[in-house]
């Protein structure tokens, strides 16, 4: 007769297995041309890991097994470097009050925002694409101006665009704008902060065929997703003459996310 396992041991394989199967990581890089792509796997060496993203938790699921679970067990199932561990990361610790308060002020979620400035810059203030895009939201000095940022003796546009608080108010005013030209569609706001409104427009109001966007979508949504998951929602009244608080609904990707696509360069 063969030896007992030990239940402790099987659990401790089954909660690895399904940990490792749920979690949705992010390997990127940027082109030559100063093209973002994304990917769920290291698909070559030019792809560093940006992070690790914690199981999903589902009812019933593995997420409640593991609740009972021992303290040894969650430590040795746990990710090198989790989502959970971006809400203590010293680039987002840094800036999260004007997070917040970029996200109270347009009427966004919280974690929308933190999922979108994790994607374009990984909080990290100082970064400049080769396209000119700048700081933690990656705003265009074209976009600074849009909404009322000049050069003037106080500096450039550019230059005004690494302050932080500026750079995240900008670039949240921009998303929300998006959301209330694409209203209840969520990842084509996402997709019209990657490609430009014109490009989703262009696409009839779909994703557009470009596989960074599409890549782009994907990585910002499944953030986002892990995010709310590990952050309680908190209830804000908010006044009739305001807009409605935008809160994600994570309902797949569709086949607009699976398609192959050309990469194209963002504007």
């Known amino acids: ?19 490792q199967a749920a979690r949705a990581d992010m390997w990127t890089y940027v082109d030559e041309r100063g093209v973002k792509h994304f990917a769920s796997s290291q698909l070559d060496s030019r792809y560093k890991l940006m992070f690790r993203g914690m199981p999903a938790p589902e009812a019933g699921g593995a997420a409640d097994v593991a609740s009972i679970g021992s303290a040894r067990l969650a430590a040795a199932t746990a990710p090198v470097k989790s989502v959970g561990n971006l809400e203590f990361s010293p680039g987002f610790l840094a800036v999260k009050p004007h997070v917040r308060a970029a ?23 100082t970064a400049v694409s080769r396209k000119g895009a700048v700081g ?7 976009t600074g101006q849009r909404y009322g940022l ?15 608080k500026t750079n995240i108010h900008t670039g949240a005013r921009y998303l929300r704008d998006l959301v209330n030209l694409f209203p209840g ?6 997709a019209a902060y990657n490609a ?4 989703v427009q262009k696409a009839g109001n779909r994703i557009p065929n470009f596989k960074e966007t599409q890549n782009y979508v994907r990585s910002v949504m499944a953030l986002y997703r892990r995010l709310s998951a590990s952050t309680p929602r908190q209830t804000t009244t908010v006044a009739a003459t305001e807009p409605a608080r935008v809160r994600g609904e994570f309902h797949g990707t569709g086949p607009a996310l699976e398609a192959a696509a050309p990469v ?3 504007e």
């Open 196 to 199: 430009g409104e014109g490009a």
């Open 185 to 190: 569609q969520l990842e084509l706001a996402v």
């Open 103 to 125: 996200a109270d002020a347009n009427q966004l979620d919280m974690a929308l925002l933190q999922a979108v400035i994790a994607t374009e810059s990984g909080f990290d203030a």
């Open 264 to 266: 194209a360069p963002t």
């Open 136 to 142: 933690l939201m990656q705003v265009m000095p074209a």
């Open 1 to 19: 007769m063969p030896p007992r396992i030990p239940s402790a041991w099987l659990l401790a394989v089954l909660l690895a297995c399904v940990a």
């Open 150 to 164: 000049t050069s003037d003796q106080g500096g450039t546009v550019a230059a005004k665009l690494t302050d932080p």
